[in-house]
């Protein structure tokens, strides 16, 4: 069963406190993803990591940082919380390295800071 | 800077109707254009996509339509039913392929 699974599903922190999302995957991809996604922004890229410690800043970076020591396992790490980092976050995962098809998500982490 | 742009914010229909969603693009080198579909508390899930060498791709009651020139898309659901009822992200995928850019998505309702 391919599956893309983010823990926790509900996180609420306080500002300045840090935080650990994590995700797993089952399907051997090589390329993970992070996105946050906001009201009337959609999708923003976080982070791609395309191996095991081989992560590349996608378009909003700042304020956040990644983890993959294993091929199933992506974490995303927030050094001291800020308020503006509420949001949902969703991992996902892709069967492709250098050409990104179909991307699996996983259904999310709603993280409040407060 | 938005490099894909989707409207509307929002949209209703009444079922059996056809709804109409448009997406627009600015990077002339984007050539993979996916909709994803996302219901509430859950992740978005690939549900339909298209190459730009192409001007139209279906797949049951969803259609894309492509115009290239314009750099406009835009997805079409016939016979609307409730269940279709979920937001809509057009995205488009790099030139170097390495990542997709996700519109700020469409709300369908669709009502009985």
């Known amino acids: 069963d391919m599956k893309v699974t983010q823990m926790p599903r509900y996180l609420i922190k306080r500002m300045g406190e840090n935080v650990l999302l994590e995700c797993g995957q089952d399907?051997?991809?090589?390329?993970m993803y992070w996105y946050r996604q906001d009201p009337g922004l959609g999708l923003q890229l976080i982070y791609i990591s395309y191996d095991v410690d081989s992560n590349s800043e996608g378009d909003i970076p700042k304020g956040y940082r990644v983890s993959r020591k294993k091929r199933e396992h992506f974490s995303l790490i927030l050094d001291s919380a800020k308020t503006n980092q509420t949001s949902v976050y969703f991992c996902?995962?892709?069967?492709?390295?250098?050409?990104?098809?179909?991307?699996?998500f996983g259904s999310g982490t709603r993280l409040t800071v407060l | 800077q938005q490099q894909v742009r989707q409207s509307p914010q929002s949209l209703t229909v009444w079922e059996g109707e056809t709804a109409i969603l448009n997406c627009s693009y600015e990077d002339s080198t984007f050539n993979y254009f996916p909709w994803y579909q996302q219901f509430p508390g859950e992740g978005p899930a690939l549900l339909i996509s298209i190459r730009s060498v192409s001007d139209k791709k279906e797949d049951g009651r969803f259609t894309i339509f492509f115009n290239k020139r314009e750099k406009k898309l835009s997805l079409h659901i016939t016979d609307s039913q409730p269940g279709d009822s979920a937001t809509y992200f057009c995205a488009a995928r790099t030139s170097s392929g390495q990542k997709l850019v996700f519109g700020q998505g469409t709300i369908l309702k669709v009502y009985l």
């Open positions: 399907m051997s991809h090589e390329t």
């Open positions: 996902a995962s892709s069967p492709s390295g250098w050409s990104a098809e179909t991307l699996y």
